[in-house]
């Protein structure tokens, strides 16, 4: 690779050593000089021919679709919109990702669902495709490999922002899909990776260019991450909320974004003459019941036994619970910032809010140590400490990301983390999700509207 982005060539490095530099120092240097499009063009290229090119029937030629998102908190919009896809006669062979960052990945959210399998081989893809119409499945050692490898890597080296590798991750398992068309949620905002709509739109414009340059018919749209998209956070509780989606219902939001990619991807193959009609053909494959019988249709072709495959797709909200089981633990993390306690405590008739602290670093947060810090705050904040595996739960549990630095000669360290607040209602469901930006009288308004709003689940 030449120009601003070579690495590692020959003469670089101690003594001219002409080795190739490790995975982690090549993403490191990619991440701090760039690539141009060329260079992320073959980037891309080369991850996409690490392993096999599936191939399709020529019947399916200009059919084959694909949706991508960058990644939002409480994003469940695959789950509803692949199989609405298919119902409108697409086919849709989407190879997804895990959480990275702090935000949850849709394979995490469908492992939630008792046997459903995320490894198909090329083969399986195929036979899924032609009896259902969709498969969700994740990278394999047969469909790009690279890509598997450097996406662990990114997240454990600070390079999850970089564009050109988000552009080759992203378009590399598309390129290996061999697509017709490919539409890209790119999300900006203060739970995004990109906190403004300029850097979102960076990435936008990479990834239209090199997937078009794939030959690859390529949209990308823009779309905000101040707040969780839906009301559910959390694998389990995001499938039921797909479910609600697929039922002809669920937020609004949610219902919006699955409308609005899926009517651009059925313009795009033909199936629609502009994306206004492609929104009322998605519409009304989710009113209809046709797109939840694919998806049911879905999760027995990926493993899932029949009986929990209908009880899912078909059964009451309470039903769908028992088969997908409950969290043991529901704690309430409500906004810690100085003054939002207060504000809402001085409307009368609102319920009380319980701040709550949970340390990222057990090894030196005793219970002494966490008294003395939470008197700093508000009277009512407690604070929760544990053993190291119980800490390292709780983070996972909510997407925070946490890395302690290497110790000084006095032993002290610095622990980096994720800035998120999160607000629970009664009922343990996550009902909002706040970043740094927000003010004290931004997050005590938001709260008190959650208040307001709340409806509890029925019994059951």
């Not at 891309?44 to 059919?63: C, E, F, Q, Y």
């Not at 469909?143 to 490898?149: F, M, Q, S, Y």
């Not at 990479?206 to 839906?230: F, H, K, N």
Request: some cysteine; proline content about 8%; aromatic content about 4%.
């Amino acid at each position: 690779m030449g120009g601003p982005g070579r690495v590692g060539g020959p003469g670089e490095g101690s003594g001219g050593d002409p080795r190739p530099c490790p995975p982690g120092a090549m993403l490191m240097a990619i991440r701090l000089r760039g690539m141009d499009a060329g260079e992320t063009l073959a980037l891309t290229r080369a991850m996409a021919a690490s392993g096999r090119a599936l191939a399709w029937p020529p019947a399916w030629h200009g059919l084959v679709v694909d949706k991508h998102s960058t990644g939002g908190v409480g994003d469940k919009v695959s789950l509803a919109l692949a199989p609405a896809l298919a119902a409108c006669g697409c086919k849709v062979p989407m190879i997804s990702g895990r959480g990275l960052g702090h935000t949850g990945g849709t394979l995490d959210k469908l492992e939630a669902i008792p046997g459903f399998r995320v490894s198909l081989s090329p083969e399986e893809m195929r036979s899924a495709l032609e009896r259902v119409g969709c498969c969700i499945v994740g990278q394999s050692e047969e469909l790009v490999p690279a890509d598997r490898v450097l996406y662990g890597l990114r997240d454990v080296t600070a390079t999850v922002d970089s564009v050109p590798l988000i552009t080759a991750s992203i378009l590399s398992k598309k390129a290996a899909e061999q697509l017709s068309a490919l539409v890209l949620d790119v999300k900006f905002g203060s739970a995004a990776l990109y906190p403004t709509q300029d850097s979102a739109r960076e990435l936008a414009q990479s990834l239209v260019e090199v997937g078009t340059q794939l030959g690859i018919r390529t949209v990308a749209v823009l779309s905000r991450m101040d707040q969780p998209l839906g009301r559910a956070v959390g694998n389990s509780l995001e499938v039921l909320e797909a479910l609600e989606c697929l039922d002809g219902g669920g937020p609004p939001d949610l219902r919006q974004l699955v409308t609005t990619l899926g009517g651009v991807l059925l313009w795009q193959c033909g199936k629609a003459a502009g994306a206004a009609q492609g929104r009322e053909l998605l519409g009304r494959a989710l009113d209809d019941g046709s797109a939840r019988s694919i998806f049911e249709a879905m999760l027995g072709a990926q493993g899932v036994p029949p009986d929990t495959a209908h009880g899912l797709c078909s059964g009451t909200p309470a039903q769908r619970r028992r088969f997908l089981g409950t969290a043991k633990v529901c704690e309430e993390l409500p906004a810690l910032q100085e003054g939002t306690v207060e504000l809402l405590e001085a409307v009368p008739g609102l319920p009380p809010v319980q701040p709550l602290f949970i340390t990222v670093d057990p090894a030196r947060d005793d219970a002494a140590a966490l008294g003395r810090y939470l008197r700093d705050f508000h009277p009512r904040l407690q604070g929760l400490t544990g053993t190291a595996e119980q800490v390292r739960a709780a983070a996972g549990a909510f997407r925070v990301y946490v890395s302690a630095g290497p110790p000084d000669p006095d032993g002290d360290y610095v622990v980096d983390h994720s800035v998120l607040t999160f607000l629970l209602g009664p009922d343990g469901l996550v009902r909002d999700c706040y970043g740094r930006s927000r003010t004290a009288e931004e997050l005590a308004k938001s709260v008190r509207g959650h208040m307001e709003s709340y409806e509890p689940l029925p019994p059951g």
